[in-house]
């Protein structure tokens, strides 16, 4: 059950789980093999719940945002939409222009290279997600970068589970042009020298009634460099 889609979790957060069942007694203890593992604060908090006592204060999660919060004096927020490993994204509303956005809240770690905000912007391609903005907030201990993207209505892991919903075959067509999208947007970071390096359905964006497909999360992408070492996943 916690390796399901719903609890978003890693394979390192299952495997502290399990042994946290197995044999751990406290919260302590958690946190401690947490922190040891290289988990970020966020993350480390997320795997409270399954301890069986107290542990140390960790940073707030977005989850304790309620609708109508603003951020940065600019973007109201509606409603998380999306969680991953090392943020969530939630629906927002430009107070200027009325314009939805979606806002990617991370928590920074110093013993972590973010690579996410500089290699958005270097990316400019409509088969890309664009980066509209960019802030940071300081909340007791821990840093969040929050990035402001352009909003797409669903994932194509959303889009095939409709669709299967539906009890009827992804359409060939269908499939046809989004996996033509696809391939433009990784030809052009490719071209570009950068691997995305977590391609799945949750990080491709679409637009059902455009069609438009957008790649997004790049939180472990990478410039690759000859001779440099790389981690292959």
Known sequence: YVCSEKEHLTKCEFLLIYLNARTWTSGEDTAKFAIEAGLPPPRRAALLPYSRGAAPAAPPMASTFNSGFVWDHRYIVSEAVGNGAFGTVWRAVERESGEPCAIKRVALDERYQNRELSMMQQLSHEN????????????????????????MPCTLRSLQARILQQQRGFPPLLLKILMWQLLQA??????AGIAHRDLKPDNVLCDPRTHKLQLCDFGCSKRLVSGKPNIFY
Not at 132 to 139: A, M
Not at 186 to 191: A, E, K, N, Q, S
């Open 128 to 151: 890309v997600v664009r980066l509209r903005n960019w802030f940071s907030t300081n909340e007791g201990d821990c840093t969040w970068l929050h990035l402001v993207m352009d909003f």
């Open 186 to 191: 990784l030809r052009y970071i490719h071209d």
